[in-house]
């Protein structure tokens, strides 16, 4: 079959959501998948962003890497990975805007049947990563993607990083993460979910 196509749109304020965007990256292609990695942007204004230190210039390094997703990256993709950091044991605000914006598509039901996936990143060791990758699935199935979960299908998910439902990074403050357990959940990730968009679009 043709590579699996694979968009991941994620949000990261100082890097940390990135470098685990990145190593879900490593893990699908490294399955053979197609990858577009896309930053959301700030939905706060300029004075907002200047107020804290390293933010402005982290998100213009980071805008200069990534293109803003779009309904279209969706609609090219055969599965999707959405990463954010918690927002008060929720998804932030510059995904969640991106993802409503594929009312479009799911008006269409052009999302149905394809794969989604979730990963997350906190501050602290009970910051609320599993409660966001779970409240990720809510507007997953709404749109109709079938939902893959990292589970302990593989020995990287014994090594205390990461949950069954999807990789994450606690990266303290300042942040100091990925940790490598960290990392090769993150690897697992997009291998899995590869692996699983191979089988359900194969000819």
Known sequence: MA????????????????RLARAVAEGAE????EVRLRRARELVGHDIMTSVPGWKESAEAMNARYPAPTPEDALWADAVIFGTPTRFGIVSSELKAYMDGLG???????????????FAGSGQPHGGNEATVLSLWAPLAHLGFII????????????????????????G????????????????????????????FAP
């Open 3 to 18: 590579a699996p196509k694979v968009l991941i749109p994620f949000y990261s304020r100082t890097g940390t959501i990135e």
């Open 30 to 33: 490294a399955e053979g998948a």
């Open 104 to 118: 479009g598509l799911w008006i269409q039901g052009k999302l149905v049947g394809k794969v989604g996936s979730a």
């Open 148 to 171: 893959v979960p990292t589970g302990y299908a593989d020995p990287v998910m014994f090594a205390g990083a990461g949950s069954p439902y999807g990789a994450s990074v606690i990266s």
């Open 173 to 200: 403050n300042p942040p100091s993460g990925p940790t490598e357990a960290e990392l090769a959940v993150a690897r697992f990730q997009g291998k899995r979910v590869t692996q699983v968009a191979k089988k359900l």
